[in-house]
């Protein structure tokens, strides 16, 4: 659009926003981006780590803008040919959705296609806010709130141009004034369609507004559906001024200083003021206010009033927030957790511009304050905007002389005194005797972001109470149960913290004695001694835990009152008083390595289990000084004692004491009894240090909070979050330098340090050698490694010969050391178990198998059937074969399988010997080679076969009628050997080398140069189905028939080889064995004939175990079946009994 | 260290080499050079490993006689077995030089030991596997009852009653069958497809050198 008079350049848009628009440039038709109006007024792109600010903030008109006081459409792109109703396509897109009642009021704006505002939509629905608002309600408010939340003009615009932007952007505005349309019509800046997923039309191809038309102002789904409709009442809008339009197209985010001094009277108005010109919901309307979304009720503008004289225009926007900050605390509070990141932005405001000092202001900085001006730069930016002018520091009363401290109470925090007594808190180690005890604390001494104990309700302070309504909308949504909302506020007031930077650590000033609070300053010597202050009669009769924003702080109050700060010196501070903390000077909580918010809420969790103040044990009139210290520090980690007392808890927390000692130091399970509190030395103040002390810091650097010129230093782990074992060893440590005598600073180390105490001394002996503080006890376990390790050294000393595996052997048990002493017996092993279950079932299963073969009673299976399938293959290829031929059994099993595979075997081997055929055997398993020939040997005599056989043989000869060739080495290698053939020069073929040679390694004589040729069937028989593959694969594709003999294991990985290029048949485990036997053997088997002068008769060997297999399968079927029974009862039993 | 890269390299190259020679061997017609190439490699792969089973049995002694030697725990069962075996070598040899006479004339003394000793302990031992699985069977949800442990009994009993010869249940031995025919079989069918893709894996690993067991 180069007649766009706003066109920015690209050259100052960074790369991000170069893409935004160079693609406008493709956008076209009637659809296109609002931004190719506006041009140039993109907000800086946010940060990747830290989120800028919304861009509605940044280029929303603030409630009180110049531009609102015109009338109906200041900005310049609000007049001229493009209808001022152009920018709010967003608003009102989505139309088919919206409300079937006519939004009068609203003014109409030209459809956008559907889904331009889909972020928002699916905003609301992401926030789950119910649909139930009701339409007739009327309440407008939350709408306008929605944009009364885009703050004011964005400063982070391209720099380059903004000026020059402005001024067209003025000069066409002030050109464009008169042509206004009317009040309905209005205009959102540019940042709003920045938003927009797809891209309003241009200005110049929106259509014009129809007023008159309410329906079709289609709103987004979320805005139909919620929108409580209700036209503003007139005397509401802020009237127009159309004397000024020049003024008036001005915002007031550009407009200076002077300029807005003189708009300041003008009621606010505008785009903003016309939407939300509903009164802000009150208790009377909580049905109507119950669906509102949290986070648009919260920023519901309040009614158009007047501005009262002399405010600035932040002055006013802030007054403007509380009074939206009151309506944000609705029961709805904790929907904030649904509120979007990009809305959490929406507060980012610049800084205000400092004010003037005043003399005469009221002076409710608090003492700690002063003199802390001078670290301005060092103060959080929020501090920077801190304005105490409201809230609940700016109603504290100065008094008028400061009250005197008090020297008999341990200036231990308020907080801490009324804090409830931990259990787990060793007050031996706290330097006190018993608990202190104090039922009734102080509330006003207590600060807010400690008071824990306040119940949540207490928290929701009133909107005047809140000085800074906006925190609501930055801090973290709370949980949905109480006390997690409750951390979540303490989460919130965390996050607002920035933690020190390494390098930054401990570049602060120190504190002089003058600058810390009394009972910081009284610490060690008052602090144990002195009885606790009664409390003022008011304060006693407040009730702990809630928050008394009314009672001054009164160890606040000590400091000079004329030292304190003007209030306008203090930028505002941007969150409720509920949640501000009360920083105390120099408040080192305790040492941590990093602040985190799971490091202050375990501070802050550790006050909230305080128990009962009654329960705090009078502190003890003597106690030694280095524990009395110890205790201060770990609960407060004085800076002012933190480097001359040795930080023990630091050196426990570095974890390498726990590694050393591991386990040597065994944990106490009782607390030690308090040990007696002596009266400590004053601290010293930093500032007398020596620099060298200074440096000194842990190498782990403590995360520093600072907040408002203070700084408080967390740990992470105190003392009662230590575990048992390093709790028993600080204590042990304790009790062991509570012996030594106590020495002053004359050592030479701590010289130089006033009133530096032993503890250097004492601390070094439990860190650097642990075994002077705990003795090394080591268990048997242990002792027992140990005398090993000392037998491998000596083992490697004494002789060179022994290498280290030797040693190691030794060292592990596979070796008796020579010299190391008995180790103690072990222990016995528990008894087994008897188990009668289990007897029986092999009593049972033993029974079973062996009657068949005594009796022929349990013969009950039936006869074997016949051949079938695969099997019947198996019988076919021997049929096949005529006498003479050889047969090659590879025998691929070992004596495990010999009982099932041998019998299998047999029935094969006789049947191919009955038929002529000649065996031969061989293998890739050297025990089966070696075990076949006892297969043959036992057919060797076997009278049925040699008369079936017809030769007039009386035993089958080895070599002759059967070869055990040798044993077949490579496995698969060796049987791809079978294929290779050998042609001697003269043309015919060499003898094989695998069939050359027998077992015995004798000369087979066998005529055989090819397996193809020679060997008329290959009879496979193995265990695992590896062999059986290996054969199988070697061998496919070779033109003779191979069979498989394998056990019933292995039977279903051996059926998917029986194939064309595989096997042709297989014959699996016993059952095959007796029906190939029953089948094909009948007749060259000889029965069994058990001996003449047995007293009994027994059954066939051969059939009896037929039997015995089908008996022992039943039986074990049986118990199975019972076992299965048995335990489902059980477990049903047992869930009965739950 | 600059030998034991060289040694590395060559090791490389001879394994993937031949490697690729042989593939190429036994991929082409047999009586062709590569193919007589490929079956002369895998010859000598063969006594190699022969060679292997050689040197593991001289090893084996080795390690035995070394724990005798320095009388570590266990030493009396080493001891024996250096005695066997060396006993069963000279039987062997004895059997080979048919030293015996007598009655023990032609007997393999050798295999007679080798069938009395080792296969009746191995084939004891295998027996009483059954009496352990069927127990093992029997209390197999006596600890908790899960829809598998339920199928698996299901599955053992349906093959255990389908096995058993009975007249009149041939219903049962039908099922079995195709139990193991379709539903065993597939599953077995699965690993054995996993067991050649991993051999090709393997082999491929071989070839393009990523395997470091060649680098010697």
Redesign the interface.
Known sequence: MPDDPNRFDDDFLGDWLADFSSGEEKASGPVSAPWEQFAGRYPEPPGHEQPGPAPWETFAAPASAPYDERGEGGAPWESGTPPPMEQLDWFVAGGEEAPAEPVSYLPPAPSVSAGAEDWLSGFGEAAAYSRAVPAESGDQSWLGAAEEAAGPAAPSAPAADWLSLREEWLAQGSLEEAAEPPVEEFTLPGWLDEELPISPPPADELPPLEPERPEEAALPDWLDEELPISPPPADELPPLEPERPEEAALPGWLASPEEQEERRPSPPRGVIRRLTAAPPPSAEEPEAEAGVPEWLAAATPPPAEAVPAGMTYEEWERQQREQEAEAQKTPEERLLEEIPDWFKQIEEQPPAPPPAIQEQGPEFVPGWFLGLEDKAQDVPDWFQRLDLTTGPLAEVKPSAEPEAPVPAEPEVPDWFRAAPLPEGVDWAMLGVVSPPESAEPEQGAVPDWLDTSATVGDRILPAEDIPFPELDLEQVPPLPTEPAAEEGEVEDFVERFEPLEPGEFDQRVPLAADEMPDWLRELPTAGLEAEPPLPAPGEVEESWGAPSLEAPLDWLDVFEPEAALPVEEVPPLPWPAALEPEPSPDLDLAETAALDSAALDALLSAAEVAGPVAAVPEPAPETEPVESLQDLEALFAGAAVESEVPDLQRLFDQGELDRVLGEAVPPEPEQQPAAPVETAAPPPVRSAQPEWVEELRPAELPVTVKAAGAEAKVRQRQVTELPERLRALRERALRELGTLPAEGAEGELLAGIPDALPAAELAIPAAVSPRTAVPLTLTPEQQQRVQRLQAMLEIGQDTEEETLE?AA?VAF????PLDVPALPARRPRRPRRFRL??LV??LG??VALLAPFVTDVLH??????PLEDDQAAVASAVDNLQSGQYVLFAFEY??????ELDPLAQAVLRDVLARGAVPLTISTD??GA??A??VL?ALADDQALLRVRGQGEEKLQAGEDYVTLR?????A??V??L???VWNPDGTLARH?VFSTDL??DDTNLPIGSLAQDIALVVVIGDQ?SAV?TWAEQLSGLAVPRVALVTAAA???A??YVGQDGYAGYLAGV?DTVRYDAERNSNTRTPFRMPADLPIELPDPQTAR?HSM?L???V??G??????VI??L??LKRRGHR | MGSHRLIRLLSSVLVISLGLTTLVGLSTAEGTPPADFAAFVLSLVMVIAAVAVFVGVINLLAVHLGRVRRAERGWPYSLLAVIVALGVIALRIADRAELWSGDLEGEQLSERAFEAVQVSLESALAGLVLFFLVYAAYRLMRRRVTVWSLVFTGALLLALIGWIPLDGAEVLADARAWFIRVTVGGGARGILIGVGLGTVAAGVRVLTGQDRSIRG
Not at chain 1, 1119 to 1124: E, K, P, Q, S, Y
């Open positions: 030797e052997r048990g596979e070796a008796e279950d289990r079932v092999m299963m033993l009950f299976a039936a006869d074997p059937s070992g004596p495990v399988a010999a009982g050297p025990a070696f075990h020939r006892a040997a044993y077949l080495s490579g496995e290698v060796g791809r050997s294929r290779n053939v080398p015995r390694g189905v593959r039977e279903p990985l059926a998917p059952r037929w089908a022992g399968a039943a074990a079927t118990f199975i079946a019972l076992g299965t335990n489902l059980r477990v």
